[in-house]
């Protein structure tokens, strides 16, 4: 006899069990696909058939052994290989993640330092015009500036850090929504239901995207810094005119009229 | 003692009973062979479901995952590439006429540079939302495979009424068995009944004396 439909109910609980194993197993291989490494993810369940011996009628004293008859029953154990290669995946998954980010800092940062560069070239000039350079002035446009570098690093090293975590937790969704899947059988709402969220999905992506917005103008305060310099150029070389024209020397004026 | 008729309409009775009876078993037995089919038959559509998902399942396998990564970066680098390299406005308008040659050469130059500035950012740009349009691939595939799925299930659920329709007929008995198994059991009670509860009637013959007077 080909055993597991025991107990008089037709096979009714050899299938159940079938069933949950097959949605225990396509559950554990869904996860190791997305390196998940907690090993009792992986408790499958496997069939097997043992030989067990079929007495004589009952009612004796010492029934005999008639026969065997093969029983399949369903036993959980770890899967290791599986385990094994979802940590690998995990690892796999983390590298990408990790050179996702630096793609997004490494964007992020080109802008910011071409603006940091075109802001530093500004300023020297600017300062070179206001008779500036080499002064307090300086010391302190150069420390306005390295500050709003940094703050803007920051900025980003964060905002690459959430776009990472954003695609996680869209992986993590995609994960679910596998699962979903498997535990739901052939449901037809179900299945309709994840087709929607594969698509609303793709709505969230374009909102979260690492890109939306772009880099701005970092060192826009640094334009009233050109205006205020530009004006003040303008006020000492009206100076410097006034000066020669009632005879005094403008040229031993080094400084600047406006800060 | 009872006559060779009597154990006739008592067999009629008794069989026709088993009659109705082996008629309702074998009913019981084909609605529960209908619906084991019929869970079977879901089974096949579950499984064909849980084949799709897994199917699917190996687009986030993380190797081909990663290559799937690289391609989309560089589709969209190429993409952006083409709109640097498209372009033609953008720039100042360029001296004209009798200028120097460290003019042209520094023209030339800026030129050069602000093409290669463009393909970097272009890179860069590109590598940014390459993992972006991943996802929205695999999610257009998992609305694709979403859909195949959906499919399946109205499938299963098309079987599933038409299994459950056929479950219903075959739990009907045969009218004509039955009918002969009531026939058979009803005559043969009948007959049984009527043969025990009207025998030939037996009379006691009682000496009766008449009374004296009372007490």
Redesign the interface.
């Known amino acids: 006899m080909c055993g597991g439909g025991g107990g008089g109910d037709n096979g009714a609980q050899a299938r159940a069990d079938e069933e949950k194993s097959r949605i225990q197993n396509a559950t554990a291989q869904i996860n190791a696909i997305f390196g998940l490494t907690d090993p009792s993810v992986y408790t499958v369940s496997k069939k097997v058939t043992e030989s067990v011996p079929r007495y004589s009628s009952s009612g004796e004293d010492a029934p005999a052994i008639t026969g065997y008859d093969n029983v399949d029953r369903y036993v959980t154990e770890l899967d290791q290989p599986l385990l094994d290669t979802a940590t690998q995946n995990k690892a796999a998954i983390e590298k990408t993640y990790g050179t996702t980010r630096d793609d997004i800092l490494n964007y992020f940062k080109n802008q910011l330092n071409q603006q940091s560069e075109v802001a530093n070239r500004d300023v020297s000039q600017r300062l070179a015009q206001s008779g500036l350079t080499g002064g307090s002035h300086q010391t302190d446009t150069n420390a306005d500036l390295s500050r709003t570098y940094n703050d803007a690093l920051l900025g980003y090293t964060n905002t690459a850090d959430t776009s990472v975590n954003n695609l996680k937790s869209g992986d993590e969704q995609a994960r679910l929504n596998l699962i979903s899947q498997i535990t739901s059988g052939a449901d037809q709402a179900s299945a309709i239901s994840a087709a929607n969220t594969a698509l609303s999905n793709n709505a969230s992506l374009a909102s979260s995207s690492a890109m939306q917005g772009g880099i701005g103008n970092v060192f826009g305060n640094f334009g009233s810094l050109y205006n205020t310099s530009q004006e003040t150029a303008g006020r000492n070389a009206a100076y410097n005119r006034t000066m020669a024209a009632l005879g005094l020397n403008p040229g031993s004026y080094s400084g600047s009229l406006v800060r | 003692m009872c006559t060779g008729l009597e154990a006739a309409a008592i067999a009629a009775m008794v069989g026709g009973t088993a009659i109705k009876s082996r008629e309702e078993s074998r009913a019981a037995k084909r609605v529960?062979s209908a619906i084991?089919t019929g869970?079977k038959n879901?089974?096949v559509?579950?499984?064909?479901?849980?084949d799709l998902?897994?199917k699917?399942?190996k687009q986030?396998?993380?190797?081909s995952?990663?290559t799937d990564?690289t391609t989309a970066?560089n589709t969209a680098t190429d993409t952006l590439a083409k709109a640097v390299g498209d372009a033609t406005g953008g720039r100042g308008t360029e001296a004209t006429g009798k200028v120097s040659s460290d003019y042209l050469t520094g023209e030339a130059s800026s030129k050069a540079n602000e093409l290669k500035?463009s393909s970097?950012?272009a890179t860069?740009?590109g590598?940014?939302?390459?993992?972006?349009d991943l996802?929205?691939n695999?999610?257009?595939k998992?609305?694709?495979?979403?859909?195949q799925?959906?499919g399946?299930?109205?499938n299963?659920?098309i079987q599933a009424r038409a299994d459950a329709l056929k479950a219903q007929r075959t739990g009907q008995v045969d009218p004509r068995v039955m009918l002969l198994g009531q026939l058979l059991s009803t005559g043969g009670q009948a007959y049984a009944t009527g043969s025990f509860k009207n025998p030939k009637p037996q009379y006691r013959t009682f000496d009766t004396q008449p009374g004296t007077g009372y007490d």
Not at chain 2, 45 to 50: D, S
Not at chain 2, 60 to 63: E, L, W
């Open positions: 529960q084991e869970n879901q089974d559509y579950a499984n064909q479901k849980r998902v897994l699917n399942l986030y396998d993380p190797t995952r990663a990564q970066q500035r970097i950012l860069l740009m590598k940014v939302r390459g993992p972006t996802r929205f695999e999610n257009l998992n609305a694709q495979f979403g859909s799925a959906a399946v299930g109205a299963a659920n």
